[in-house]
């Protein structure tokens, strides 16, 4: 039987799935979720629901010892947009939660911990394409900086304190059940809400501006896979590539005209297209291929099919 887990940020885009295939994989009783707001009935009423502060260090042990927890999923985050808006907020959330969750690791009152972190850890002078696993690394956003700084502080708990912290770097996540918020690939999520709503779309994301981006469901394979694989697997310990497709916008719209041929995009590049532009277009995940066996399962036209059915429900 799996020892108890915690999520923290579970009422999110990514938390919210992710709560809901650890419940149905270790048993709803053995996933408790935690977020600083309810989130959706289906979390609510299918398993533990606790009202947490990622910053509180007190409260988070507090849940930990009630339930006995044994590993810890950390989610809660301000995304990169958002993050460029109120830095500092964005640095204590971002920073204060992981010492949290890594200080709980590091005493044994946890024994695993799995922490995201994101493309937005490369910067512009990184390699655009086929971004290798170690390179410059020179983030210029509020969020990437918080998020490169976590990486050197995992492996930093790992070499010296011996924490097992597991991590990825997500690219832009596309889901139907929960909006994400806050993050520049937000419009991969948004366009296809707006095509069934009113058949155009107004990117904020300019022509042309490729990144990278992933099914959610590959994104929570990717996740449990590696934290269920067995610890001398995983050489990496600031956080793995982790890559299945990359398009620009107009990329999007094309998959999105194959269902609803009408379909329009034009294009209003905000503040947001910098924070893309300092982004790799590509990512080179061999690493997490050959160490854990990642392997990617779903393409744009997928993707699009999954979203636009799900959607229409
Ligand atoms: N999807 C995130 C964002 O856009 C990147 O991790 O902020």
């Given amino acids: 039987m799996h020892r108890p887990i915690l999520i923290i940020g579970a009422c999110g885009q990514i938390g919210t799935e992710l709560t809901m295939e650890l419940r149905e994989r270790y048993g709803n009783e053995r996933v408790v979720a935690s977020d600083i707001r309810e989130g959706g009935d289906t979390l609510m009423d299918s398993g533990p629901f606790e009202l947490l502060d990622a910053t509180n260090y007190a409260a988070i042990e507090d849940v930990v010892m009630h339930y006995e927890i044994d590993e810890v ?15 500092m907020r964005a640095w204590n959330l971002n920073m204060n939660s992981l010492f949290n969750v890594l200080n709980l690791a590091k005493e044994g009152k946890i024994s695993k911990v799995f922490w995201p972190s994101s493309i937005a850890v490369f910067g512009p002078n990184t390699p655009k394409e086929d971004t290798p696993q170690s390179t410059i690394m020179e983030p210029s956003t509020v969020y990437g900086i918080s998020k490169q700084s976590g990486e050197r502080w995992c492996e930093y708990y790992f ?8 991590s990825v770097r997500y690219p832009g996540l596309i889901s139907w059940k929960t909006m994400p918020g806050g993050g520049t690939t937000d419009y991969a999520v948004e366009i296809y809400h707006e095509a069934l709503k009113k058949g155009t779309y107004e990117c904020f994301l300019d022509k042309g501006t ?3 981006m992933m099914y959610m469901d590959d994104a929570i394979r990717a996740t449990i896979d590696l934290m269920e694989s067995p610890s001398e697997k995983i050489k990496v310990r600031s956080s793995y590539n982790l890559a299945s497709m990359s398009f620009a916008p107009e990329e999007v719209a094309e998959s999105i005209q194959k269902h609803i041929p009408d379909f329009t995009i034009s294009y209003a590049p905000d503040f947001r297209q910098q924070i893309a532009d300092s ?3 590509s990512i080179n995940d061999s690493a997490a291929k050959k160490d854990w066996g990642w392997m990617p399962r779903f393409d744009l036209d997928l993707t699009t099919h999954e979203m636009l059915t799900n959607l229409k429900k």
Avoid: I
């Fill in 279 to 281: 982004w790799p277009s």
């Fill in 210 to 212: 490729q990144l990278p």
């Fill in 159 to 166: 070499k010296k304190y011996g924490v097992d912290v597991r």
């Fill in 73 to 87: 999923y950390l989610m809660a985050a301000m995304l990169s947009a958002t993050a460029e808006k109120f830095p």
